[in-house]
């Protein structure tokens, strides 16, 4: 168990609708990352926040958005929903703001979204 | 654009077996390379992890081998298990602001070991 939480664990939707997922972190850690996984693309890196902050973006669309709130969990929501956002969503957290070499992410469990 | 390329997508060994596993690099600006264990319906879990300054690295039955020159860098299982079927994925970062510090994966391997 890594410590850090996400709901929900499963998420059927239609196309054209919005979601939230959550994300809480290991306690301690500032940073919060949001991943995308499917089958073409692979893990990819959405956003980063740091202690509430926007840090830095990956390729996330812009149908797309994410925030930290003052207890430190993350929400990101999936707005206007199409088929090819159907992926495992995943949340990871890390100590301090870098995120970069020789700091270990922590990755939660995931959110399997299905969109139909 | 990738810029973490790796090899092969699934592999399937004997118990026993060496698996070998290869990544590709492209940015000479990552100086931090993890290597990622995932299980079914988990999420990825650091496993072992090296930095450009030493070629090689060994936690347990893991090891990386990194060639700097040739902006390649391997994970070798010794005495493979069937515990230890999963999907790896290798990652790279780079120090510094934006996006690049944050890890680039491949696109992963699932590694099978047969009993």
């Known amino acids: 168990d890594s410590g850090v939480t996400q709901t929900p664990k499963h998420l059927i939707t239609a196309t054209g609708q919005r979601v939230t997922l959550r994300c809480s972190p290991r306690s301690g850690d500032l940073s919060v990352y949001w991943y995308q996984q499917s089958l073409d693309q692979g893990l990819q890196f959405l956003i980063q926040?740091?202690?509430?902050?926007?840090?830095a973006k990956g390729n996330i669309l812009e149908r797309f958005s994410a925030q930290q709130f003052p207890d430190l969990h993350s929400e990101l929501n999936l707005s206007s929903l199409e088929l090819g956002d159907s992926a495992l969503y995943f949340c990871?957290?890390?100590?301090?703001?870098?995120?970069?070499?020789?700091?270990?992410?922590?990755f939660g469990p995931g959110t399997r979204l299905l969109v139909l | 654009q990738q810029q973490v390329k790796q090899s092969p997508q699934s592999l399937i060994v004997q118990k026993g077996g060496i698996p070998i596993i290869n990544c590709a690099y492209e940015?000479?600006?990552?100086?931090?390379f993890p290597w990622y264990q995932q299980f079914p319906g988990k999420g990825p879990a650091l496993l072992i992890a090296?930095?450009?300054?030493?070629s090689e690295k060994k936690e347990g039955r893991f090891t990386i081998s990194f060639n700097k020159s040739a902006k390649q860098f391997s994970l070798h299982i010794m005495d493979s298990q069937p515990g230890d079927s999963a999907t790896y994925f290798c990652a790279a970062s780079a120090e510094g602001g934006g996006s690049q510090g944050n890890l680039i994966f491949g696109k992963g391997t699932k590694l099978s070991v047969k009993p």
């Open positions: 990871a957290s890390s100590v301090s703001r870098t995120g970069g070499p020789g700091e270990t992410q922590y």
């Open positions: 926040y740091y202690n509430g902050e926007e840090r």
């Open positions: 090296i930095r450009p300054d030493v």
């Open positions: 940015n000479t600006a990552f100086d931090y």
